[in-house]
């Protein structure tokens, strides 16, 4: 896996109030998230974080953004931000109905080329299972609040299943541990940073709470 290091250069992001005035929310970041490595964005509600995750792998379509992001050094387009990068949004986006396995070939067979048969996107699922430790609840369904599935920590898990499936060299995870005890927080991180060692560039937004 070749990593991808992504340089913010005097980044900001602004939108705009009533009476012509504009809201500074990132003010002249200078930054550099490295390959291998697993950095966490951390601040409180508010702080901007997501706004500074969303403005690396350039998903916003308003306000004002100024100064560089670059992957690799260069600006990027919109076909290399798509094969290249990864993003896994802080809410499950999982269909309570399916199994991990199932839930994962769906995305599977949404994402990957046309060209690949069934039984390479199989293949593709069961090395993201492996990376993610599914193994044990592959064939067991989501589950939701009114049934019951898999746990909190292997919903996170397989959230960051159905971003891994097109090999991303760049992967954005907006809290992926909010809302999970202690022993699936780790479960979650030990999981990225696996990631991270083979090479991946992983960016992450932490919620601080308060003292």
Same mark, same amino acid.
């Given at each position: 896996?070749?990593?991808?290091?992504i340089?913010?250069q005097?980044?900001?992001y602004?939108?705009?109030?009533?009476?012509?005035?504009?809201?500074?929310?990132?003010?002249?970041?200078?930054?550099c998230?490295?390959?291998?490595?697993?950095?966490?964005?951390?601040?409180?509600?508010?702080?901007?974080?997501?706004?500074?995750?969303?403005?690396?792998?350039?998903?916003?379509?308003?306000?004002?953004?100024?100064?560089?992001?670059?992957?690799?050094?260069?600006t990027?387009?919109?076909?290399?931000?798509?094969?290249?990068?990864?993003?896994?949004?802080?809410?499950?986006?999982?269909?309570?109905?399916?199994?991990?396995?199932?839930?994962?070939?769906?995305?599977?067979?949404?994402?990957?080329?046309?060209?690949?048969t069934?039984?390479?996107?199989?293949?593709?699922?069961?090395?993201?299972?492996?990376?993610?430790?599914?193994?044990?609840?592959?064939?067991?369904?989501?589950?939701?609040?009114?049934?019951?599935?898999?746990?909190?920590?292997?919903?996170?898990?397989?959230?960051i299943?159905?971003?891994?499936?097109?090999?991303?060299?760049?992967?954005?995870?907006?809290?992926?541990?909010?809302?999970?005890?202690?022993?699936?927080a780790?479960?979650?991180?030990?999981?990225?940073?696996a990631?991270?060692?083979?090479?991946? +560039?992983?960016?992450?937004t932490?919620?601080?709470? +308060?003292?």
């Amino acid at each position: 896996m070749h990593g991808v290091a992504i340089t913010l250069q005097d980044v900001s992001y602004s939108v705009a109030l009533k009476k012509k005035k504009r809201l500074v929310i990132l003010d002249k970041i200078n930054a550099c998230f490295k390959p291998g490595r697993l950095t966490a964005l951390m601040g409180a509600s508010g702080s901007g974080k997501t706004t500074l995750l969303d403005v690396c792998a350039m998903r916003k379509n308003s306000g004002r953004t100024e100064g560089a992001v670059l992957f690799g050094g260069h600006t990027p387009n919109l076909s290399l931000l798509r094969e290249a990068t990864g993003y896994v949004e802080q809410f499950d986006t999982l269909v309570s109905e399916l199994t991990v396995q199932q839930m994962l070939m769906y995305t599977a067979s949404l994402k990957l080329p046309t060209t690949l048969t069934s039984k390479e996107r199989l293949e593709s699922v069961d090395e993201v299972i492996d990376k993610l430790g599914l193994r044990k609840c592959r064939h067991t369904v989501i589950g939701d609040p009114l049934k019951r599935g898999i746990s909190g920590g292997q919903a996170k898990r397989v959230n960051i299943g159905l971003a891994l499936i097109t090999r991303p060299a760049v992967i954005f995870l907006d809290e992926p541990t909010s809302g999970l005890d202690s022993f699936m927080a780790n479960e979650v991180a030990n999981s990225l940073h696996a990631l991270a060692a083979e090479g991946r +560039t992983i960016v992450a937004t932490i919620h601080s709470p +308060t003292s």
